[in-house]
């Protein structure tokens, strides 16, 4: 069985350790230390998360994070470590890969990313079309709020259409490139953009791309 969900996990666990809890990310507004609570939150109090999505929980959110965002920096490092409890369906291999494959290589990218002195990282072809599954399967959905006609593109030419409209703009990149592209990470992706220049400008400047 595949474990990608656990190679990011403890990749970013890592790289949050290395960094301390003071140092920027890509999440606007945040710190690692407000990265690595994110994450045990999401995982731990799923009574809260919620909130990220739903707005009759934001208050609980805000409560759980600065919570655990008060807590030391190491216990957040080792939470994330040691995943989640066994009761939490997150513990279950199928679920932790399906839903934190994504989650984990994103969230060690706004890490490293962040940073002044960062360099490409690569990765093996496996995790690339394990990314590229995913990204053909949720497209549309991470695309929806485009504010143009948005087709994805990897080198070999496959594509997916992640917005239906005009002007249309080819993003071409490698499937992790094109996830950080389509999670709202446009300024920090690796990727060529094909089409109108004034539609390249408003992708690169929209807000709401992602979720």
């Known amino acids: 069985m595949s ?4 190679r990011e996990r403890l990749l970013l666990a890592d790289i949050l350790e290395a960094e301390g809890p003071d140092a920027p990310t890509l999440c606007e507004g945040w710190t690692t230390r407000d990265l690595a609570a994110h994450v045990v ?10 909130g990220i999505l739903i707005k009759q929980l934001a208050p609980r959110l805000e409560r759980a994070m600065a919570e655990f965002t008060a807590k030391p920096y190491e216990e957040l490092i080792q939470l994330i470590r040691t995943g989640p409890p066994r009761m939490s369906p997150f513990s279950l291999k199928q679920i932790d890969e399906a839903s934190n494959t994504v989650e984990f290589y994103v969230h060690t990218e706004d890490v490293r990313r962040a940073q002044p002195d960062w360099a490409p990282r690569t990765l093996d072809p496996v995790f690339q079309d ?5 990204l053909e399967r949720t497209a549309r959905l991470m695309g929806r709020r485009a504010p143009t006609g948005l087709v994805l593109r990897r080198p070999n030419g496959q594509t997916a259409v992640a917005h239906k409209g005009t002007p249309v703009v080819t993003v071409t990149g490698e499937p ?12 920090a992706a ?22």
């Open 3 to 6: 474990t990608h969900a656990k």
């Open 41 to 50: 939150v999401r995982e731990r109090r799923p009574d809260a998360a919620g």
């Open 130 to 134: 394990a990314l590229w599954s995913r």
């Open 176 to 187: 992790s490139e094109l996830l950080l592209f389509t999670y709202g990470r446009q300024n």
């Open 190 to 211: 690796d990727v060529e953009l094909d089409g109108d220049k004034s539609a390249i400008a408003a992708l690169h400047e929209a807000k709401q791309l992602g979720i």
